[in-house]
């Protein structure tokens, strides 16, 4: 019986990653992995998350998309910060993710030669980067990072901010979506969607959310789906 394993917001934690593939017991040749975006920003190993990432969707079983945070990792790189709230800031986690890439970056006077140095030695993971789609979907899901926009006539029209930055408007519309689809997505941390303290995914009427808030020092969620349309869940704590 295959199964699909869908993950999102791992946000940097390599180890705490690669300890909920082997909790779930992820195995490459029977199961399907969906990667929902936000693969940076928070842990200290966002370079290694994103080089795993890539490995795993070369695979043919496995879909990666994108995330608001992957996008701010790439504005920050193209010089296009907020300035505002700069990349770098504690709330964005970006500061872990330069040094990931760049252990000798101290603050942001050595900004235009950590740009510099990425884009010259990590080429190959900011193509990947830059490529991710917006979502996926299959015969029961469509996989999104944050949602889609529900007042539009069709969902394929929202738009590619809205895909990887929605929130509130989306999740109201939870049962009254005109579509016969799930959809799964992450970006809000679970306990909003609970309002409660629980970390483990949110099941809507027709949404599920499994943002477990790991950038925030609680879990990170695995949904399984089984063939036969069942759902499950593995979570494990921070491990980074």
Known sequence: ?????????IHGYYRTFLALLDKVQYNAIHDRLVLLGDYVD???????VVQHVRTLASRSGVKAIGGNHDDMFLDWLDDRDYTLLPYSTTRNGGLQ?????CPWYVDETDDEKARKFIKQKYASEIYFLRNLKYFVEDDHHIYVHAGIDPELRHWRQTSTKDLRWIRGKFHAHDGILPLYKKIVFGHEVT???HQTKEFHPWFGKQ???IDGGIK??????????????????VCVTSMD
């Open 216 to 233: 925030f020092g609680y879990q990170l969620n695995a949904l399984i789906i089984s063939d036969q349309q069942e759902y499950s869940y």
């Open 97 to 101: 993710t330069i040094r990931s890439f």
């Open 1 to 9: 019986m295959r199964r699909t394993i869908v993950i999102s917001d």
């Open 207 to 209: 949404l599920i959310g």
């Open 191 to 193: 306990a909003r969607l």
């Open 42 to 48: 928070g842990g200290p190993s966002s370079l290694e």
